[in-house]
């Protein structure tokens, strides 16, 4: 059984930042790639960022481009994202998961079926 625990979320005014963090913990897993999904009260999930962990090829939404940044630390099974440029429409909860197969692209990795483990989620709230 792979665990993912997400940590990093909070409270914060817009303009400001948070990290996230992701770790992947239980039997040894290798993932193929790990992702970033949010859902807003009301709202559908949808994808926030991907990363592939080998090559590290990366993938992000279009509302998050150039603010938000996917890492990750291989030996620690562990990603990151870092959120600056917080906006109140960013606010949310932010769900982790994972997938130890798939294909590198933004089709592939931004649809949420794709990932076979996930995170309980941390909120993130941006105050205007």
């Known amino acids: 059984q792979v665990l993912l625990v997400e940590s990093g979320g909070g409270l914060v005014q817009a303009g400001g930042s948070l990290r996230l963090s992701c770790a992947a913990s239980g039997r040894t897993f290798s993932p193929y790639a790990m992702g970033w999904f949010r859902q807003a009260p009301g709202k559908e999930r949808q994808f926030v960022a991907a990363i592939v962990w080998s090559g590290r090829s990366t993938y992000y939404a279009d509302t998050v481009k150039g603010r938000f940044t996917i890492s990750r630390d291989n030996a620690m099974i562990t990603a990151y994202l870092q959120m600056n440029s917080l906006k109140p429409e960013d606010t949310s909860v932010y769900y982790c998961?994972?997938?130890?197969?798939?294909?590198?692209?933004?089709?592939?990795?931004?649809?949420?079926?794709?990932?076979?483990?996930w995170g309980q989620g941390t909120q993130v709230t941006v105050s205007s």
């Open positions: 998961a994972a997938t130890g197969y798939g294909y590198s692209s933004y089709n592939y990795l931004s649809k949420s079926d794709k990932y076979g483990y």
